[in-house]
């Protein structure tokens, strides 16, 4: 089946190290997003890519990067520099980077730091 | 973009209709409206989208105001399942999800009562 995986689902991290989240895609989608969710919010987009080799940033891109080497994989690393990660991240894809409509998300990743 | 305005939460009986409204008055002549949903802890699921006639699909109904200023997503039977938060988008075609693409606000959370 196609679709997205996100790995780990949990994830605990001490403070001051830094951390990559996994997202894979068998979709044969060309446009790949990092949103972060908190408790009782919306959803804000962090990175996006519309093709291998190329990303730009989102709403909230800062103690955060990314890479886009493979179209099938987009990892999100949350850096020593992002003061408040403890949240939900999700990942998504999407045919190509105009459409709104059909986007497919991974099932997240909960990041808590100790 | 056009704004939206939906309720924090609405209660439906398992088995009836659920009707979701969703206020835009602002919206342009070329934007659509999109209804993404959540389930707790999962990313966010297309519904459906729709112009300006009423649409149907295997999950849902829209229905939207002949002057275009709100909608209502109609889930005809509404399951335990159907519990969620569920999202309505205001966005031009083509827009994408980029950096001022998809934007997920806080929704209405649709709670289905046994």
């Known amino acids: 089946d196609g679709g997205i995986t996100q790995s780990p689902k949990y994830l605990f991290r001490k403070e001051g190290q830094n951390v990559t989240l996994s997202c894979e895609q068998n979709l044969n989608h060309d446009a790949m997003y990092w949103y972060r969710q908190d408790p009782g919010q919306g959803l804000r987009l962090i990175y996006y890519?519309?093709?291998?080799?190329?990303?730009q940033k989102g709403d909230i891109a800062e103690g955060y990067s990314v890479s886009r080497e493979k179209k099938e994989s987009f990892p999100l690393t949350v850096t020593s520099a992002q003061k408040n990660p403890t949240a939900f991240y999700l990942c998504?894809?999407?045919?190509?980077?105009?459409?709104?409509?059909?986007?497919?998300f991974g099932s997240g990743t909960r990041l808590t730091v100790v | 973009d056009a704004k939206t305005t939906q309720p924090t939460s609405m209660d439906c009986a398992e088995g009836r209709a659920a009707n979701l409204p969703c206020n835009h008055s602002?919206?342009?002549?070329?934007?659509?409206v999109y209804w993404y949903r959540q389930i707790h802890s999962q990313g966010p699921q297309y519904i459906i989208h729709?112009?300006?006639n009423n649409e149907t699909n295997e999950m849902a109904s829209l229905i939207i105001t002949e002057d275009r200023k709100s909608s209502t997503l109609i889930l005809p039977h509404a399951t335990l399942r159907d519990t969620a938060v569920y999202y309505c988008?205001?966005?031009?075609?083509?827009?994408?999800?980029?950096?001022?693409?998809?934007?997920f606000g806080k929704g209405t959370h649709l709670i289905i009562q046994p």
């Open positions: 988008i205001v966005r031009p075609p083509g827009s994408g999800g980029g950096a001022d693409g998809l934007t």
């Open positions: 998504a894809s999407s045919i190509t980077s105009t459409t709104n409509y059909g986007y497919t």
């Open positions: 602002t919206i342009s002549g070329n934007e659509y």
């Open positions: 729709g112009l300006k």
């Open positions: 890519s519309q093709i291998v080799n190329d990303f």
